[in-house]
């Protein structure tokens, strides 16, 4: 059995390993002009952040493929084979991050922090509670749940939005194209936490901002690609939108000189809302190769015909 890992925290991966499963041969993938330490026709598991185009070819007995990360649109689906389980990352470390970053990005938009930090003036806005102000999130996965679980708790007005009927408690819970107009008229923050597919690409356009309320702020922490950049400097220009907070851009890095790095109600990071952390990572990957030994379900098995 050989386990193959290509990605950031190479060496913390390879000592998580060591110490979890020193069983499992495992091997980082070579650095350029290295030669491997590994045959690829022995290689049965593979994790990886961005992936080669000939993965298949390259690795005939793969039997798993893991993303390090959450989302799965850095992989042409179509260029792997249909059979081979494509395992996106589910691990404790990864949501906690996630919900620290969201809420700040909330509570900093809540207490109008984009305005105080440009305006630099001694004047005081009305002061809103928790509870007046109304948060959506757009996708109720591993990550969105937990993130409005969270922010419930400081008696935010919680609302969520996805494909399938989701129950939470204390959230208004919306599914599907007919649902969402409602879900957006009552979103004063709106943060997208939604997988990038064929279906949620561009999704953040002109018409979306145009369901807000006047005066939304906007957290993007899926991907750039859903976020159509110039209807948003159009919605915030225009006084529609109040703020926007970016974590994701599309390319990254985001160019030196775009527009967004000047803007004075856009915060920017570079993709740093939440990583994969080795240790939960390495565990969360041990308990699947577990679960794929007893022929059991996969945790974040990823579903080609949905595309997450
Ligand atoms: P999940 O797959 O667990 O959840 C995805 C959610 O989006 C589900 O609720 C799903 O609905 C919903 N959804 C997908 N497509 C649609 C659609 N067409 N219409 C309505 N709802 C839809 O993903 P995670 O929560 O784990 O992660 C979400 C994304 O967060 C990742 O794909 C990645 O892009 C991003 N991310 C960003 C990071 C960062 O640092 N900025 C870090 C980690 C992740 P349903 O429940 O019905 O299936």
Avoid at 125 to 140: D, E, H, I, N
Wanted: one cysteine or more.
């Amino acid at each position: 059995m050989a386990f193959l890992y290509k990605g950031d925290n190479a060496a913390a991966w390879a000592q998580e390993f060591a110490a979890r499963a020193p069983e499992i041969p495992f091997h980082l993938w070579p650095a350029a002009g290295e030669a491997a330490d590994f045959d690829p026709a022995a290689v049965r598991f593979l994790a990886i952040w961005q992936p080669p185009a000939d993965i298949p070819a390259r690795f005939p007995k793969l039997e798993i493929l893991f993303s390090v990360g959450a989302g799965v649109d850095q992989f042409d689906l179509a260029k792997l084979p249909p059979t081979l389980p494509l395992v996106r990352m589910v691990e404790p470390g990864l949501i906690d991050g996630m919900v620290e970053y969201v809420c700040f990005a909330v509570l900093g938009l809540h207490r109008d922090m984009p305005h105080y930090l440009s305006a630099r003036e001694w004047r005081p806005l009305p002061v809103k509670t928790a509870a007046q102000r109304r948060v959506g999130v757009l996708g109720l996965g591993e990550l969105g749940r937990a993130v409005l679980t969270r922010l419930a708790t400081f008696g935010f007005d919680c609302a969520g939005w996805s494909r399938s009927r989701h129950e939470l408690p204390g959230v208004r819970c919306h599914a599907g194209a007919d649902e969402l107009p409602a879900f957006l008229a009552g979103c004063d923050i709106l943060v997208c936490l939604l997988p990038l597919t064929a279906a949620t690409r561009g999704m953040l356009d002109a018409q979306l901002f145009a369901a807000l309320p006047a005066g939304a702020a906007l957290v993007n922490v899926g991907r750039g690609g859903h976020l159509v950049e110039k209807d948003l400097l159009q919605a915030l220009d225009d006084g529609h939108l109040s703020a926007a907070i970016l974590d994701v851009c599309e390319p990254e890095p985001l160019p030196a000189g775009h527009a967004f790095w000047r803007h004075p109600r856009i915060w920017l990071t570079p993709h740093i809302a939440s990583a994969t952390q080795p240790a939960s990572a390495v565990e969360a990957v041990l308990e699947n190769l577990r679960r794929h030994a007893r022929g059991e379900a996969l945790v974040g098995l990823v579903d080609r015909s949905k595309g997450y």
